[in-house]
Structures are given as C-alpha cells and as structure tokens.
C-alpha cells in the first residue's frame, strides 16, 4: 500500500524550516527519501534502516520510528535549491527490493 | 555513486507503434531493475520488477502483454511498450540497485523516457 505523505506542498521562505512526513499502514523494513526536480529524475537523498535511526546529510536530516511506521523528512535553514518534490520510498518486505513512493510533497522555498 | 543510463529521453510515436525504452548501469552489475511510471504532478508507480535471466514480476494492474520487459543481461533491461495508445503517455523511470542479495539498498534513477503518443 502506498505510504501517505503530509503536507501535500509547503512554501518557504530561504532559511526557513520544514517538515515532512510518511507514514505507512504496514510494517517497515527500511525507508527512502528523494527529491525530484521537474522534468528530471529523483535523486536520493538517504535511506533508514532502523526503527529510531535518524540520519543526516548537510543540512537535511530524517528519522525513522519503525514502531510507529513514520518517518519524518527535516530540511533546516532551507536554500532555494531544495525546490522540489520529495519522496519517501518504503519497502515493507525487505526481501525484494521493490520501494513503492507516497505521493510526494512539493516544496517551494522563495528568496 | 553509481550510473544509470536511461534511452531515448524523448519519444514520439504514432498510435499502435511499439517503442522500446533501455535502461542501462554504466558502472555497476544491476541484478534487479525496477521499472516506473510516472504521470504529471503524480508519484512514481512501481510497474514491474526486473531480474536479469528470468521473467519479470508485474504489479497488479499493469498488462504484462502490453509492457514486455526484457532483462538480457546484468547491465541492460528493456521496456517495449506495444502497440501504443494516447493512454500510455507518460514518464517511464528505470531504477537499479547495486545491492546484492536480499534487502533494499540505494536505487539510481535513469533519466526517465518521456513518451508521448499521438
């Protein structure tokens, strides 16, 4: 099943923060983040495998509560180059492989 | 990080044509590609699954006659659309991981084809 993503899109302002978050209605062995720019294709952003591991990458960092089946999206001192839709992927198998992608959440951050 | 090549981007083509689209990892063995389908300002819809020397997996709803996936080697999945119609318009994003074995490791996107049906 499709993983739900909230909010649906977010405007900031450059140097704002943001959030976004994936839930999913089954068990998770392990989720992706993407962003993907119009036109282009997505490009990953970090994957989390354990329940509670948080991960960082400049500034953009996500957590992953496998109790929970969330994982959250975090992007701090936002830049206009992270204008964009995000992905979350989940894989509730962890045997195939396969992601299936929440809806997105597009973001626009203004100068 | 690893490579993977996506061709033709763009293509046009007349109502009952097929097109096929390749998807290629330039630097990495891929056992396992994913094909997906994208429609405007929609999510990625995972079509099929393909492993290199056996028939691909298929999700449901997606016409396997229709979408004939070719793994042919560890380097080059194929993706012919057949007998194309309007509907089939869309974006189609290739994926391969380098992980081996079970579990899901980083996906490389292709740059996606863009199909347009007329």
């Known amino acids: 099943q499709q993983p739900v993503q909230s909010p649906q899109a977010v405007i900031l302002r450059e140097g704002e923060d943001a959030v976004i978050n994936c839930s999913s209605s089954?068990?998770?062995?392990?989720v992706h983040w993407y962003r993907q720019k119009h036109g282009e294709a997505p490009v990953f952003l970090m994957i989390?495998?354990?329940?509670?591991e948080q991960k960082g990458h400049e500034k953009i960092s996500a957590s992953f509560n496998e109790k929970k089946q969330q994982s959250s999206l975090y992007l701090t001192a936002s830049q206009l180059s992270y204008s964009g839709t995000y992905f979350c992927g989940t894989d509730g198998s962890g045997n195939t492989g396969k992601l299936i992608f929440g809806q997105g959440t597009t973001l626009q951050v203004k100068p | 990080g690893a490579v993977v090549s996506q061709h033709p981007s763009r293509v046009i083509c007349k109502s009952g044509t097929s097109v096929k689209i390749e998807c290629r990892s330039l630097?990495?063995?891929?056992?396992?590609m994913f094909w997906y389908r994208q429609f405007p300002k929609q999510s990625l819809m995972l079509m099929a699954t393909s492993n290199e020397g056996s028939k691909a997996t298929y999700e449901q709803g997606v016409e396997k006659d229709k979408f004939l996936i070719n793994h042919a080697s560890l380097t080059l999945s194929t993706l012919t659309v057949t007998s194309a119609h309007p509907e089939d318009s869309s974006f189609y994003i290739c994926?391969?991981?380098?992980?081996?074995?079970?579990?899901?490791?980083?996906?490389?996107f292709g740059e996606g084809s863009r199909l347009t049906v007329l």
């Open positions: 630097d990495f063995q891929a056992t396992t």
């Open positions: 989390l495998l354990k329940g509670g």
């Open positions: 994926s391969a991981t380098t992980r081996q074995g079970p579990g899901t490791g980083e996906l490389f």
């Open positions: 089954k068990a998770l062995y392990s």
